[in-house]
């Protein structure tokens, strides 16, 4: 195993924004680090020019660039790729292109898929294992019935409530005291995704339902929740990553949702551990043929769980 990393935060803010094309639109991407793994970030924290503004964020960032080369972006209809609401509100199949179109662009033809929201690349993962090596999750669950069982006049309520710091407040409030996090929260919030952005999410995340998908995911996988996460029940992340069938699941202390706040010592020396295994180039053969799924922020997973409480 490795030895621990440290955060070094060495020219970070000179990252370059790339472009990806599909289907003539742009995909917004950063490639930095130095490590000797591929890693592809689906994060949904902010625009990705605008990560780097948040010291906890940057720090975060910069210790996965000590472990691997790793490839983050912006989905279509999010922060600063081109906006397509109709396509942003689509199915595996667009998530699935967005992530081939930047791995393709990269000229990666296999990367570790690091997932903080948990919920957004296992269909991508169990349908196109050939493209990824390895997963980490985070507060990963099947489906959401706290928003299945919300009226049309709380979804609007609870889209409000995602695009403002309220939602920092709710999923991290051992944190949200601090001036300088909720400052950049609510403007990542509202630079990341607009108002009908939020209210398509929380239509398709309704229909969400992962079920059926978790075991077909035929990579190694390391599945993360902090014990005493305000937002997500630990067993009903235990159970899921249960239905994974290479999955380790790993308790780690804290309650922050956002695996990038709070104390992330223990989460990275995990990670490492993980991406020091020897069965992460475990094979893998049989990609499942077809899904029904529906991605959706992070942030929205971290308040679906709170229902009406959360505003």
Do not use: C
Not at 106 to 120: E, H, L, Q, T
Not at 177 to 187: F, G, K, Q, T, Y
Not at 256 to 283: C, K, N, W, Y
Request: net charge negative; proline share 6%; glycine share 6%.
């Amino acid at each position: 195993m490795r030895s621990p990393v440290r955060a070094r935060l060495v020219g970070v803010r000179g990252t370059e924004v790339r472009w990806a094309e599909i289907d003539g639109m742009s995909i917004a991407y950063e490639v930095f680090g130095a490590g000797p793994i591929d890693l592809l970030l689906h994060q949904n924290w902010a625009p990705i020019d605008f990560m780097w503004e948040l010291p906890q964020l940057a720090s975060f960032l910069d210790q996965l660039g000590a472990m691997a080369r790793v490839i983050v972006y912006d989905r279509i209809g999010s922060g600063a790729s081109d906006r397509t609401p109709s396509r942003f509100a689509s199915t595996t199949e667009a998530f699935a292109d967005d992530a081939r179109a930047v791995l393709d662009a990269v000229g990666v033809p296999k990367a570790v898929f690091f997932d903080p929201s948990g919920v957004g690349s296992p269909p991508y993962v169990a349908t196109y294992p050939q493209r990824i090596q390895a997963a980490i999750l985070v507060n990963l669950r099947t489906s959401f019935p706290e928003i299945r069982a919300m009226t049309t006049a709380q979804r609007e309520g609870f889209a409000k409530v995602l695009q403002g710091v309220r939602s920092l407040e709710i999923g991290n409030p051992r944190v949200a005291h601090d001036p300088v996090l909720r400052e950049w929260w609510a403007r990542a919030r509202r630079l990341h995704s607009t108002r009908e952005d939020q209210r398509a999410q929380i239509d398709f995340a309704m229909r969400m339902d992962l079920e059926s998908v978790l075991p077909a995911m035929r990579v190694p996988t390391l599945v993360l929740h902090r014990r005493d996460n305000v937002m997500f029940d630990i067993e009903t992340s235990r159970a899921a990553a249960q239905l994974i069938p290479n999955a380790r699941f790993v308790e780690l202390p804290g309650s922050e949702s956002d695996i990038f706040l709070g104390d992330t010592a223990p989460v990275f020396a995990e990670i490492d551990r993980f991406l020091s295994a020897p069965d992460t180039e475990a094979a893998h053969d049989r990609p499942l043929a077809t899904v029904l799924f529906t991605d959706m922020v992070a942030s929205t997973e971290q308040l679906a769980a709170r229902g009406d409480a959360a505003w």
